[in-house]
């Protein structure tokens, strides 16, 4: 009885508090540019994901989305989103910060993506769309807003 009350009150945190990204503290890793990041790949024994590798925006009318490089890194069962270059302004996440999570969602190459806005304390729930060497995504309260393009520049694999 003991480890059933025990594994119902740690099961969430366990489970799913990861994925889940703070609206407070942006996390900061050791990857704050692309060969910290590609030397992590070359020196890990962990199997690559086709959605991991370092990505830059194109087709964007945002100017705060041209100054993103993003790298997507596999950690347990979800995926980091890490800005790997300069934030844009003051409050946005910067090198080494998480800018988004990401969790493998049931359809074949989509993802769902908790997404940072630039200001850093709103948090999007949104879909990344995983076609060949590009990343869509689509934020859930912008509907109107065009998609945000990334490309891949970088594969581990």
């Not at 990401?102 to 997404?115: C, D, G, H, P, V």
């Not at 998609?147 to 594969?155: A, E, G, T, V």
Request: with cysteine; charged share 30%.
């Amino acid at each position: 009885m003991k480890k059933l009350i025990l594994m119902l009150f740690c099961f969430p945190i366990i489970g799913f508090g990861q994925f889940k990204i703070s609206e407070k503290n942006i996390k900061y890793t050791n990857f704050v540019n692309e060969e910290r990041v590609k030397k992590y790949w070359e020196n890990s024994n962990e199997e690559i994901y086709q959605l991991e590798g370092i990505y830059k925006p194109y087709d964007s009318v945002y100017e705060s989305v041209l100054k993103y490089i993003l790298a997507i890194i596999k950690v347990d069962d979800y995926y980091e989103v890490i800005q790997i270059g300069k934030g844009y302004g003051k409050n946005d996440v910067n090198e080494g910060g998480v800018k988004a999570t990401a969790k493998k969602m049931l359809s074949k190459n989509t993802y769902e993506i908790r997404w940072r806005m630039a200001n850093a304390t709103i948090i999007e729930k949104g879909i990344i769309l995983k076609k060949k060497h590009e990343i869509i995504i689509k934020l859930e309260q912008y509907p109107n807003m065009d998609d945000l393009k990334f490309i891949k520049i970088f594969s581990p694999n």
